[in-house]
Nanobody, 130 residues
């Protein structure tokens, strides 16, 4: 099982990026795929998740500027980030733990790191500055 995030870069505030999460060893639509980010000196923060049935959820603080999608033919999950802000600067990684459905509470994505079944790949750095 391997996950690889890509598509990060340096952008100015207000810009947009589309991050990609590709997988090898399994089909992404068989499981829930989540995104988390980690800023320097901070803990991991859940961003969004797409379940095997295509249902989408977002962390409460991430609603509005983030959009998750999946292309089954390309075995890739995307995270579109619009109106980027300096506080979005972080390494973004995709993750899975063999669950079919995203963990949610009140309709919001809940990411709990440290699951013994969790896999995540090399992240991609997003830097937002003017």
């Amino acid at each position: 099982v391997q996950l690889q995030a890509s598509g990060g870069g340096s952008v100015q505030p207000g810009g947009s990026l589309r991050l990609s999460c590709s997988a090898s060893g399994f089909a992404l639509d068989d499981y829930a795929i989540g995104w988390f980010r980690q800023a320097p000196g901070k803990e991991r923060e859940g961003v969004s998740c797409i379940s095997s049935d295509g249902s989408r959820s977002y962390a409460d603080s991430m609603k509005g500027r983030f959009a998750i999608s999946r292309d089954n033919a390309k075995n890739t999950v995307y995270l579109q980030i619009n109106n980027l802000k300096p506080e979005d600067t972080a390494v973004y990684s995709c993750t899975m733990d063999f669950s079919r459905f995203c963990s949610t509470q009140g309709g919001n994505y809940v990411y709990t790191p440290g699951n013994e079944y969790e896999y995540w790949g090399q992240g991609t750095l997003v830097t937002v500055s003017s």
